[in-house]
T-cell receptor
Framework: AQTVTQSQPEMSVQEAETVTLSCTYDTSESDYYLFWYKQPPSRQMILVIRQEAYKQQNATENRFSVNFQKAAKSFSLKISDSQLGDAAMYFCAYRGDSNYQLIWGAGTKLIIKP | DTGVSQDPRHKITKRGQNVTFRCDPI?????LYWYRQTLGQGPEFLTY????????KSRLLSDRFSAERPKGSFSTLEIQRTEQGDSAMYLC??????????FGPGTRLTVL
């Protein structure tokens, strides 16, 4: 069975600095998708970035980028120029190519210090 | 495109009562998913629909839980004889085919 592990329950960063959130996963599938979602307090889950496993190039969305290491089964999220609005729970999620359910990590709470 | 909507946003009920939640997906999204999220945890998959067909159900979905998606549009999730352990946030998401899932605001259930 696939699993997703986020080993950092909480991270803090100074506003305007860069922070990296870690995620590792376990799977025997060769084709799959990885996602980072953001869940602000009392607000809905929002997609931050997605990565297809067959793509070697790391995905980037403005200040958000990933470091996808397929052999190491690692999928970290880098947030550059952190802003107060980035404060939220960040969840890493996995979806197999033949299965449509998302498998989630436990989340990392990101605190932005002004 | 108005996004995924869920109703109600909050529900407080007494143990043993039945509750029903509704989810309206993004129009033209043919896949609809239900997840459950307890405090401080990541979501857990419950079930998903492709159009009106319920294609997968988690072992978490006991006999007290039932979901429907008549006509492949909105979906309902019913919990019968609620228990305190059912207290959680119930999230709905939709996607176009197997693409990215977009989430609604959730329904927070509290069972007293």
């Amino acid at each position: 069975a696939q699993t997703v592990t986020q080993s950092q329950p909480e991270m803090s960063v100074q506003e305007a600095e860069t922070v990296t959130l870690s995620c590792t996963y376990d799977t025997s599938e060769s084709d799959y998708y990885l996602f980072w979602y953001k869940q602000p307090p009392s607000r809905q889950m929002i997609l931050v970035i997605r990565q297809e496993a067959y793509k070697q190039q790391n995905a980037t969305e403005n200040r958000f980028s990933v470091n996808f290491q397929k052999a190491a089964k690692s999928f970290s999220l880098k947030i550059s120029d952190s802003q107060l609005g980035d404060a939220a729970m960040y969840f890493c999620a996995y979806r197999g190519d033949s299965n449509y359910q998302l498998i989630w990590g436990a989340g990392t709470k990101l605190i932005i210090k002004p | 495109d108005t996004g995924v909507s869920q109703d109600p946003r909050h529900k407080i009920t007494k143990r043993g009562q039945n509750v029903t939640f509704r989810c309206d997906p993004i129009s033209e999204h043919n896949r609809l998913y239900w997840y459950r999220q307890t405090l401080g945890q990541g979501p857990e998959f419950l079930t998903y629909f492709q159009n009106e067909a319920q294609l997968e159900k988690s072992r978490l979905l006991s006999d007290r839980f039932s979901a429907e998606r008549p006509k492949g549009s909105f979906s309902t999730l019913e919990i019968q004889r609620t228990e305190q352990g059912d207290s959680a946030m119930y999230l709905c998401a939709s996607s176009l085919k197997g693409d990215t899932q977009y989430f609604g605001p959730g329904t927070r259930l509290t069972v007293l």
